[in-house]
Nanobody, 120 residues
Framework: QVQLVESGGGLVQAGGSLRLSCVAS????????MGWYRQAPGKQRELVAA???????AYGDSVKGRFTISTDNAKNTVYLQMNSLKPEDTAVYYC??????????????WGKGTLVTVSS
């Protein structure tokens, strides 16, 4: 059973920084991609950032230049460094991973989410 566990959320003032972490655990063949999505109250879930095995990253337009995604492949961990935070970044942040299981079948997994609140 694969699990994604996020950490690092919390309350921060506008202009501040936070770093989110997400660790994948369990039995699997490989991690193909990892990323972060967020969902604010009353809004749809949106892509924040994602990174594939070739370390090519993609970002949502609203976070470009402020957020950085990175991975530690040895630790099966993805990070999201969030700088210059704005009140509109307030949301529940979800970790996502596409993982090939032991039969090499790709499966999407989601974490339970971590709340980020940015005060003005």
């Amino acid at each position: 059973q694969v699990q994604l566990v996020e950490s690092g959320g919390g309350l921060v003032q506008a202009g501040g920084s936070l770093r989110l972490s997400c660790v994948a655990s369990g039995r699997f063949f490989s991690i193909n991609a990892m990323g972060w999505y967020r969902q604010a109250p009353g809004k749809q879930r949106e892509l924040v950032a994602a990174i594939g095995r070739g370390a090519v990253a993609a970002y949502g337009d609203s976070v470009k230049g402020r957020f950085t995604i990175s991975t530690d492949n040895a630790k099966n961990t993805v990070y999201l460094q969030m700088n210059s935070l704005k009140p509109e970044d307030t949301a529940v942040y979800y970790c996502h991973a596409e993982i090939s299981d032991v039969t090499r079948r790709p499966v999407d997994y989601w974490g339970k989410g971590t709340l980020v609140t940015v005060s003005s």
